[in-house]
């Protein structure tokens, strides 16, 4: 870093370098970024206001400082009066930059557009140019003095008291049911030896059972039936109709290529965060509040913006229907709450931990209701697990502890006999394989087509307890792997897994895919599999 920093200064002697970090605090790595040659520091005092002391006492007095007061991570209004009060010694002292944490490209760009929101969260909220505004008005105060922006501090002041308050927040059953610590809600009543028979006795399935990981191809009849319900174009009973036949196809497929177990497409979900939050109370959705995902992906996040709780079942009645059609099990397939917490704009006001609680406990209910409907197998997607880790791995164990929690309370409501699968997106797992085999599922699905079977080898070598479906190709390429590529890949993963626990599946879900190439590749991954028994 010296040597870089000394380069790009030295280089152009005009140069004015701003220094900017973010997402957290700087710890060890402070005494270098406030050694280097730059003109100015930014650091995130949202995540981090307690660097700001000890920044302060060491910055020489030449460095200019540019303090991160307004959230940019996040869509709530900041405390503009209490910003004040600690920022009006520190501009007594020196010259200050005001900024958001970090880019606001992590925030969605104007509230005004939100036309439907309900009021009351709405006048909770700042976007990115309502953000842009609350540091004009801090500095107008800060120049000026508060008088000159009082309307803007007293309007602030009580839409804060307005939130604190309302019933739109505060849901004393909620609160009481996550405030409960009893361990035994994290607990399925056997361990997985004692659990394994039960399941195995129940479901009857082969070695190198076949699945898939839930949703199957949303074509452009689907989006365009969708697209003309949410117009009003499309009447709901005509809407229901057509997304039933679309699940009975698809089921009476799955069928004739000799699936073990069936999914049922997924036709009448948006997104696998989306169609359960706004089944949930304590969501809020936006109709223009896109933010970048990845690449040229974007996505509208939903705000959990109060306690959560479930009124009533939300996939129940879709899986009975899928489950009526067909003899084959017919897996129950569910988001987890770690990943509905980790995909969407979360309040505030409390702890992430007390909000993914909530929503395990919504989950839960969600669970126990597909196994009382006769469901012997429900997934939990965890798909999002790893996302939330902080920065510095020294944080991580505080966070695996509460969401594997939240994980386990989602899932133990069920007796020994009704298999919980879960399923996670391509990512490093022996970093957190301890954390993964205390989740207690009974089988997990992950993707592993791209590494060769490389990430089984941290399952290997913790001695995974429970069984694994690793993928056995690649969803994020229209390419169809062979029968032999499948079948070796098999091969790799039964050196290092025994054959009695392996599944045989996709890497991931298919709802981005096209019908052609996945038939043909879910036509040879059966192949394979058959190849593979005795």
Not at 368 to 386: F, S, T, Y
Request: aromatic content about 8%; glycine content about 4%.
């Amino acid at each position: 870093f010296k040597t870089a920093y000394k380069t790009l200064t030295t280089t152009v002697p005009d140069l004015k370098l701003m220094l900017a970090t973010y997402f957290g605090v700087l710890g060890d790595n402070q005494d270098i970024a406030l050694s280097l040659p730059v003109h100015g520091l930014h650091v995130d005092l949202v995540r981090a206001p307690e660097q700001l002391a000890s920044i302060l006492e060491k910055a020489r007095p030449d460095l200019l400082l540019s303090l991160g007061v307004v959230d940019g991570r996040n869509i709530w209004k900041a405390d503009l009066n209490a910003l004040l009060d600690h920022l009006e010694p520190l501009a007594r002292q020196r010259d200050l930059i005001l900024a958001p944490s970090c880019s606001l490209l992590h925030t969605p760009i104007d509230l005004e557009r939100e036309t439907d929101l309900d009021a009351d969260v709405k006048s909770w909220l700042a976007f990115a140019v309502q953000k842009i505004e609350e540091l004009h008005t801090l500095a107008r105060a800060l120049n000026e003095g508060r008088d000159a922006v009082q309307a803007t501090l007293a309007e602030n002041a009580a839409a804060l008291r307005a939130r604190r308050s309302s019933t739109k927040i505060n849901d004393p059953a909620a609160q009481a049911r996550s405030a409960d610590r009893n361990p035994a809600l994290a607990q399925r009543h056997s361990p997985f030896p004692a659990r394994r028979p039960l399941q195995q006795a129940k479901l009857k399935l082969p070695l190198y059972p076949t699945t898939t990981i839930g949703s199957f191809p949303q074509t452009p009849e689907v989006r365009k039936a969708r697209a003309d319900h949410a117009r009003g174009d499309l009447s709901s009973d005509a809407y229901e109709a057509f997304l039933r036949e679309e699940t009975a196809r698809t089921i009476r497929w799955q069928e004739e290529i000799d699936l073990d177990v069936l999914v049922h497409g997924e036709f009448e979900r948006n997104d696998m965060v989306q169609y359960f939050g706004e089944q949930l109370s304590g969501f809020a959705f936006t109709k223009h509040a896109w933010v970048q995902s990845y690449g040229s992906r974007y996505v509208r996040p939903p705000i959990i913006f109060g306690d959560v709780s479930r009124p009533k079942a939300m996939t129940v009645e879709w899986w009975e229907y899928a489950q009526s059609i067909t003899s084959r099990p017919m897996k129950g397939m569910l988001t987890g709450p770690v990943t509905i917490l980790n995909w969407s704009f979360v309040r505030d006001d409390q702890p992430r931990s007390e909000t993914c609680q909530q929503i395990a406990f919504a989950i839960r209910d969600e669970v126990c209701d597909l196994e009382k409907a006769g469901c012997g197998i429900i997934q939990i997607d965890e798909a999002a697990l790893r996302e939330g880790l902080p920065l510095r791995r020294a944080d991580w164990q505080p966070y695996l502890d509460w969401a594997v929690e939240s994980f386990r309370i989602s899932a133990s409501g069920v007796q020994d006999a009704t298999q919980i699968h879960t399923h996670m997106c391509y990512s490093e797992f022996n970093d957190i394989i301890a954390a993964i085999g205390a989740m207690d599922a009974d089988v997990i699905s992950i993707e592993t087509a791209r590494s060769r079977m490389e990430l089984l080898d941290a399952f290997a070598a913790y001695r995974y307890p429970a069984e694994i479906g690793p993928g056995v190709y690649d969803i994020h390429s229209p390419r169809v792997p062979s029968v032999e590529e499948m079948v070796d890949l098999l091969r790799a993963a039964s050196k290092t897994i025994s054959p009695g626990a392996l599944w045989v599946n996709p890497d991931c879900g298919l709802k981005t895919r096209k019908w052609p190439e996945t038939k043909a590749a879910l036509i040879n991954m059966i192949a394979a599999a058959h190849y593979m028994r005795p």
